[in-house]
Each structure stands twice: as C-alpha cells, then as structure tokens.
C-alpha cells in the first residue's frame, strides 16, 4: 500500500467518525489534488468513495437538504475556487479536476460552486493560458460536459465556450478530448430542447446534422475500443443520445458496436471478484442505459393524461407552432421497438443485462437493467431465450435489492415505499411467470417460487402501481398458486392481498376481474384458511363472499363465470356454504336461478325484489365447463342442507327449471357413461325424487 493509499484510507475513517465535524487543510488539499490526471486510475477510483462518504456525512448531520449543500460548499468553495483562479498549471488542473468529480458525487453542491461569481470565467480563461497544455483543455472539456448536465449551469456556458467545445470535438489529434467535448455538446443540445419544452415550446426530436456526426463520432470511438481514456465520455454521450428515435435505429441496426458495447461489460461473477479498478474502467452503467434507452416502449398514458396531451397539442397547433412530437414518430410505434427488441436479444443482450446485474450491486445500474428486461419481455417471442439466458435470475437479484428486508416478527400493515422503477423489475418478472411454467421461472427450488410472492403481492397493492401491474401480478399469483397448496397458503396469508384482490373483483375492467376471480378460485381451492374464510365455515363475513361469487356466476364473460363457479363447486363440499347458500336463495330467491343457468342458459330468472315472479329471460349456448360446474354445485348444495329445508328446496329447483335441465344433461351421456357429468346429475336428480318431484323423462 503506497502512502496516498494510506492517506485516503484515514480520511475514509474520519468521515465515518461521528466525533470528527470536518476536515484539516492539509487533508483537504489532499482530497482535491488527488484527483488529478497523473494519479493512478485506482487511487483516483478509492478518492470517489472518500469524497462521496465525506458529503454523505456533511449532508446527514444536517437539518435539510438545502442546509447540506451550504454545509458543504462552506468547506470547498474557497479551496476550490483558489485553484480555479490559479495561475499555476497544477493548481488550476487539481481545481479543475476536483470540481468535475464533485458534480458526479454531490451535483448540487457542485453547481452551487459552479454558479459562485467568476467560476465559469475562470473556466473559460483556462484555455487561454494554457492553449498547448493537453491536461487542461481535457479537464475543461470534462467540466463542462459534467455541468452542462444541470439547467442552472447550462445557462452560463458562453457561445465562445459552446465554439472552443465544436472545434475540439472536430479536431483528430487527441481522442480523449474529443470524446469530452463531443458529450458536453451532447448534454448542451439535449438539455436546451429539455430546458424549451419546460417553458411551453417545442422540443426537438430527432437528431440533426451535427447530432448525427457527433453520434457517428462517439461510436466510432466505442467499437475502436482502443483509447479507454474516452470511452467513458463516448458511452455517455451515447447515453444521451439514444434516447432519439432516429439513433436508436442506427445504433440497433450495428451488430460490431453492440457487440463492442456488450464486450464493456465484465463477465465475471460477483461484484467482490472485481478489483476497484477493474469497476472504474468498465462503464457499465452507460451501456446499460444504452440498451434501456434502444429497447424502450413509449410510455403508456393514462385517460387523464392522455387528454392533457391533447389539449397541450391543441394548443399549439392553435397558436401556430408545428412540431414532431414522440407520439407519432414511425420509429417509435410497436413494431419498430420490438424490431429493436429483436435484433438486440440476437445479439447477446441478454447476457450482457445478467453479467452487468452480476457484476455491481449498483442501484442505478440494476434499476436500469431491470426496465430493459421489462421493454424486452414484452415481446412475447423474447420470453423464452430471457429464461434460457437466467433473465429471470437476475430479475430476482435486482428486486432483492430494491424491496426492504421483511421481518415476519413485525406485522405492520404498511406497505413499502417504492417508486415506479422500483415496481418495473417485478412486472418483467410477472410476465415471465404468467406465461411460462413456474418451474421454468423459478426452477426446481420452491424456495425461489415462495421468494417470488411477496413482490408479487407488493405489486398488486402497492398505490403507484398502475391497472396494468395489478393485472398482471394476478396473473403471476395464479399460476404461483397453482403450483402447491404451500404456495397458495403463502399467497393467501400475504399482507393486504386478499383485501384488494376482493375489490378487484368488482373491478369494471373485465380482464382485472377475471383475473381476480381467477386466483380466489385457485386459493380456494388449495388453502384450507381461504377455503373456511369463503364459506366452508359459517360466518357472516363469508356470506358476503359467497354472494360475490354466484353474483359473478351470472356475468357476461365466460371465463370469470367458470372461475366463480369453479370456486363455488369447491365450497359447496362444505354443508356450512351449503346452509348460506341456502339462506341466499331464500333472501334473493337468485342462488338456484344463477346455478341452474350454468347448465342450461334457457332458464329464466324473475328479477330482484320481484313479488309477482315476472320471469326474464337469459339466452346464450351452453359450455361444458359451466354445465359441469353447475351440476357439481347443484349436487352439493342438495347433499349438503339440512332435512328440515330439503323440501323447501326442492321445490324452488322445480320451480326454476333444474329439474328438466338435469334430466336433458343425463340424456346426454347416454352415449358415453364415462362422462364425469352423468354421475353427479344422476345423484341430483334421485335426490328431487326422494322428495316428491316428478321428474318427467
């Protein structure tokens, strides 16, 4: 360990050391020389994590953060700003170099400094003094393309600094320093159609001329790959400007530079197996924006915001403004983004998004990594090779890192803070997990299937997440509680779930509530607590659940009418449903009506509250599915009451038409007495006979 090694370490210690309030001038002047070109990468790499702990602690101890920032700059702004008014080469190239790795740790404490009187001058001056001196136009071209990323400091690059920046990014001779200056008028370009579009204009869209040249520049320098001095600056130019329809397309379409890019990213497992330096080289965050950004959907809008946009664009057609905005770009609809898709997963994408989830436990990198893996999955065709590749893996790795731990000793009804970034890896997992076998997700290890239902579950009631996620971690749960009854108990105990599933079944939308539906049958089915809670035990909560279901066994949608049913025909088993059930049909005189249109759709019903029993008739064909369901319910719910309240019953069921519509199902089987409908039906129908109906042949 060299002694600037030793150093770095120490003022680590102290700032992790609460009796310590600030640093000494000569540790201080440490931290901002040993930035400079000359130091050695890996020295450079440990200064970040040391200034990053110190303004951690500065930002902690303090009340706001607006007091943090002044916290800090109260500490740098005067040793920095000397060096930056230096006439000294070195001095001026340590402040230089110091204030650009500030922007990256603490952005706002470095703008503040950046805004400080004379800064951008003396920025400007730099170059004036210096002209021949390589280090210092690189530090300059740096810092700017670090503060042009912030509209506060954009507004102070002078038109001379914005020409200085277009003839080095021309300029051949020193590719590092054409690769800073070409991102920093990357940032410049993209943040001044940011900055218009903020006051009400129009943004630009698409690249231009000199976009495209700087594009063509920064990816050359990525599949050249030599100089790794500007590969850095190239990625992150690249970054910036993939998030143009036009470059997505040309980026995507350029097997060499995406397998240059993917090459940037280690493959080795286990971000402890990395040296700092190997870290440092390798830009993995960028390249990995660079794929989130070339496989990106447009954002899904909804009805509220859908018609602000249209107003927003009334408006400006109204007052004149033409503009070509994102929502009718060609490049941007469907079918060019699962092209992209396409050619990006043939190119090894995939393993390139695993290795980077891997190799660093970054939140940004993983977050980023996690919404490529949703816009790739959405492509249904792409969900086999994401498996196939351990996408589903890595998904796991990255929601592991977004949740908070749980402690099953507290039992909070508190649902976690999470942003909708945090939720984008869960539903790339759910789509995985709705159409592929659960084995084929979470492989043969149950424990991984059981890890899988608390995201699930956070998905499905978390508020910011939207209908499309509710739907989808439905539909996850489902084939989740399909699986075992150990699996379908976890789901049925996890908090606030059963709650907002039972809401969704009154959802209007019909795909949500059939979803819904769905899972209550499955968890009825295969949890003894779901399965006493909906009605295999007497209470009068489940009364109310059971009156859901048959109202959902008379819906205009055949699909959640069999899952309702299907439900119904498990609960029945339980004489307890069967006496609610019973209580039901004589409240509403609705339960033998509904169950009995199940196997034949011509039986008419009189309508609520009706007195007189004026009948309605519910046409329709009738389905295998419900008829079978429908003669298992009518079976049950004979052999299940009471003798005291069996004739009563019986009656009602002639008087409904299920008499004759058991009969016609029997006369069905006839050809076929394997059938699993001629037993049931046959054990009904001698059930009515043994209390005096007549059943006519």
């Not at 009187?117 to 730099?126: F, P």
């Not at 990323?149 to 990014?169: F, I, N, P, T, Y």
């Not at 109204?318 to 992209?340: I, K, W």
């Amino acid at each position: 360990m060299t002694a600037l090694d030793a150093d770095l370490d120490n003022l680590l210690k102290k700032s992790q050391d609460k009796a310590c309030t600030t640093l000494l001038p000569d540790e201080l002047s440490l931290l901002i020389n040993v930035f400079l070109p000359s130091n050695t990468l890996l020295i450079r790499s440990k200064a970040y994590i040391v200034l990053s702990a110190c303004c951690q602690r500065l930002r902690s101890d303090a009340p706001t953060p607006d007091a943090g920032t002044e916290s800090i700059c109260s500490i740098l702004r005067q040793p920095v700003t000397s060096r930056l008014a230096d006439m000294v080469e070195n001095e001026l190239l340590a402040g230089l170099s110091f204030l650009s790795a500030l922007f990256e740790v603490d952005w706002q404490s470095a703008a503040a400094i950046f805004q400080q009187d004379g800064v951008a001058d003396g920025v400007a001056d730099s170059v004036d003094l210096f002209p021949t001196v390589p280090s210092i136009s690189r530090a300059v071209a740096h810092l700017l393309g670090r503060a042009s990323g912030h509209k506060a400091c954009r507004a102070l690059v002078s038109s001379e600094q914005l020409l200085w920046l277009e003839c080095k990014a021309r300029q051949t001779e020193d590719s590092e320093l054409r690769a800073a200056a070409a991102v920093a008028l990357v940032k410049l370009s993209k943040g001044a159609g940011a900055d218009a579009a903020e006051v009400g204009g129009a943004q630009k869209q698409g690249a231009g001329a000199g976009d495209e040249d700087l594009v063509k520049l920064m990816k050359g320098l990525v599949v050249d790959g030599h100089d790794t001095s500007s590969l850095g600056d190239a990625i992150e130019g690249l970054a910036y400007m993939s998030t143009d329809s036009s470059v997505k397309e040309v980026l995507s379409k350029d097997p060499s530079f995406l397998s240059k890019l993917f090459s940037f990213i280690p493959r080795r497992k286990g971000a402890t197996s990395q040296s700092l330096e190997d870290m440092a080289v390798s830009p993995i965050y960028g390249a990995v924006v660079i794929i989130s950004n070339l496989c990106a959907y447009r954002p899904r809008l909804t009805e509220e915001e859908a018609q602000m946009a249209k107003l927003r664009r009334m408006a400006k057609t109204s007052g004149g403004q033409s503009q070509n905005l994102d929502e009718s770009n060609p490049l941007e609809d469907e079918e060019h983004v699962r092209a992209r898709g396409r050619r990006l997963i043939k190119a090894g994408v995939v393993d390139a998004l695993t290795a980077a989830v891997r190799a660093t436990e970054s939140r940004a990198v993983r977050l980023a990594a996690g919404k490529a893996f949703l816009c790739l999955v959405q492509d249904r065709e792409n969900r086999g090779k994401v498996l196939q590749s351990g996408g589903a893996k890595s998904l796991m790795l990255i929601i592991q890192g977004c949740l908070p731990a749980s402690d099953p000793a507290l039992q909070s009804n508190k649902v976690p803070d999470l942003d909708a970034s945090d939720i984008e890896p869960i539903q790339a997992l759910a789509k995985l997990a709705i159409t592929a076998s659960p084995v084929q997700v979470f492989g043969p290890n149950e424990g991984a299937l059981y890890d899988a239902i608390r995201p699930f579950s956070l998905m499905l009631v978390h508020p910011n997440s939207n209908l499309l996620q509710r739907f989808e971690a439905l539909m996850a749960l489902t084939n989740l509680s399909s699986q075992s009854a150990e699996g379908a108990t976890r789901i049925a105990r996890a908090e606030g779930l059963l709650n907002k599933v039972e809401l969704l079944m009154l959802e209007e939308h019909t795909l949500v509530r059939r979803a819904a539906t769905e899972l209550v049958c499955n968890l009825v089915a295969g949890c003894e607590e779901m399965f006493d809670k909906y009605g295999g035990t007497k209470t009068s909560a489940s009364a109310s659940k059971l009156q859901v279901l048959v109202a959902l066994c008379d819906i205009d949608d055949l699909p959640t009418r069999l899952a309702a049913s299907g439900a119904l025909a498990t609960l029945t088993s339980s004489p307890d449903a069967c006496e609610t059930l019973l209580e039901l049909q004589r409240e509403r005189h609705r339960v033998l009506p509904i169950l009995g249109r199940l196997i034949d759709p011509s039986i008419v019903s009189a309508p609520e509250g009706d007195d007189d029993n004026e009948v309605v008739e519910i046409g329709g064909e009738a389905d295998p599915g419900l008829i079978h369901r429908g003669v298992i319910c009518v079976r049950n719910l004979f052999l299940g009451v009471g003798d005291a309240s069996a004739q009563e019953l019986a009656m009602d069921a002639d008087h409904v038409g299920l008499v004759r519509a058991l009969v016609e199902t029997v006369k069905n089987c006839a050809g076929n007495i394997s059938s699993p409908l001629l037993k049931p039906s046959a054990e009904a129908l001698k059930w009515l006979l043994e209390r005096g109906i007549k059943i006519s042949p």
